[in-house]
């Protein structure tokens, strides 16, 4: 007997084994074999992207932004010993490589390249279309599919023309649909294969800017006071907007003075004339009697501290880690602990030029198959409801003042009304400089942010020229 059931005991182990396998290898298929079939580090992946022509990156008014050839390898004087690889080239160079990022053997892939590498690539493609005839003969594609992007070249091109040789970024999208219309950071490096040398990585690497940050999605920064527009919001929406203020230039909270960039006041003031003129003491106070709570949810209303979901990963923003009362006042000022993206703030501007209603930031309008299939198409959506439009409309009316008579007037455009707020943020070394802004006020049709990076002046005398560049620009086209 003792035998018997020993032998019983074996089969049991053996079948609860047999089951463990069949149970993960179930659970695998399930939840972790369609990300790694897709996967750019899957070894079956990389061979057969060898074989496949990678798609080609096109600007929404069709210029070629990205493409790949099959050419032959010259690391080898003999043609025996030669192989065909497939070269990427970037004909635009630095323009955009924050946005395309770089496909590399050496590096690996970044930003839309990486992704976007299933549709490109060919690798993903037959997970997203039936296609009868590949299941029945097993053919590959020869191509991957081709990418058109939301961003026009030429006004680009014009975005990084003005923001020049100044680190920072700009961000421009249509407030209406989400589209990015135009996305620039610096400082910036040529991605193309035969410039991404390895002598060349090692010293983009060491280079003490971190030339591989894109400033516009990834850079974490103070917003200063262009966050002035989320608390005046966040005043309006609970009812403490409505009332005179005092400013004499300074206040104290919690024991602790601020001051007005030039440390005087008016007196007696409104919201409108505190938003126009930039002051501190008006948004200090206001930050201070809404408290933590009201403030946060105002601030994640905006997006900030939550995720914005784009087409490809973003820094990750924050927004009152701490509750002590004068961070909260500091945040109604864009300055304590808040850390945000200038693509942040571009769908703040956005938000407010839509209604209050903020959608999603996109970058690729569509995928499609050299016979004409399309396999991807970016649907416009809301990602939050941040203010009643009615809120919406006073925040507007606040920032078209600012252009007209405050510290924005920098960017105003004869013809076009330009709803605007400037901001300086204070940093360990030189302030960096920051303007959102939309237009036209009556009807927009772009939302702006630009950022520049230790500029030492305001928001309005750095990036108010830039924003009028990029609206004149946009607008008369």
Known sequence: ????????????????????????????????????????????IIEAAKRIKRGTIYSA????????????????????????????????????????????DKFDKSKLEKSFNPYLSGTGISNKVFDLRQLITGEEY???????????????????????????SIVALNP????????VSKPDFDPSTYNLTESKWAELSSRSDSVF???????????GSVFKTITA??????????????????VTIHGHTFHNSNEKGPGNTDIKEAFARSSNVVFLSLADELGYDKMLSAAHKFMIGKDINYDFPTADTSCLKDSERTNVAAVGIGQGDTQVTPLNMAL?????????????????????????????????????????????????????????????????????????????????????AWFIAFAPAEDPEIAVCVMVENAGTSGGATCGPIVRGLISYYLNR
């Open 348 to 432: 703040v501007a956005a938000a407010i030029a839509n209604d209050g209603v903020m959608m999603r930031p996109y970058l690729v309008e569509s995928a499609d198959l050299s016979d004409g299939r399309n396999v991807y198409y970016n649907e416009p959506e809301v990602l939050s409801n941040a203010v009643s439009k009615s809120t919406a409309e006073r925040i507007k009316d606040l920032m078209i003042g600012c252009v007209n008579s405050g510290t924005g007037t920098s960017a105003a455009i004869s013809g076009i009304k330009v709803a605007g707020k400037t901001g300086t943020a204070e940093n360990t070394g030189a302030s960096h």
């Open 176 to 183: 209406k649909t989400g589209a990015t219309l135009a996305l």
């Open 1 to 44: 007997m003792s035998y018997n059931k020993k032998i019983i005991h074996a089969l049991i182990i053996l079948t609860l084994l047999m089951l463990s396998l069949v149970a993960y290898l179930t659970w695998f298929q399930i939840f972790k074999a369609p990300a790694l079939a897709v996967s750019d580090k899957n070894p079956r």
């Open 142 to 168: 020869k191509e991957g599919a081709d990418i058109t992007l939301t961003i026009d070249h030429d006004f680009q091109e014009k975005a990084y023309s003005l923001l020049g040789d100044r680190n920072g």
């Open 233 to 250: 919001s966040a005043a309006i929406e609970n009812g403490i907007a409505d009332k005179t203020f005092v400013d004499n230039g300074s």
């Open 61 to 104: 008014d069709g210029e070629k932004l990205a493409y790949s050839e099959f050419e032959e390898s010259d690391g080898s004087e003999s043609k025996k010993d030669r192989s065909t690889v497939q070269i990427r080239h970037y004909p635009y160079e630095n323009i955009y490589c924050h946005v395309i990022g770089y496909c590399n």
């Open 213 to 223: 940050v894109a400033r516009a999605t990834s850079g974490l920064y103070e917003p």
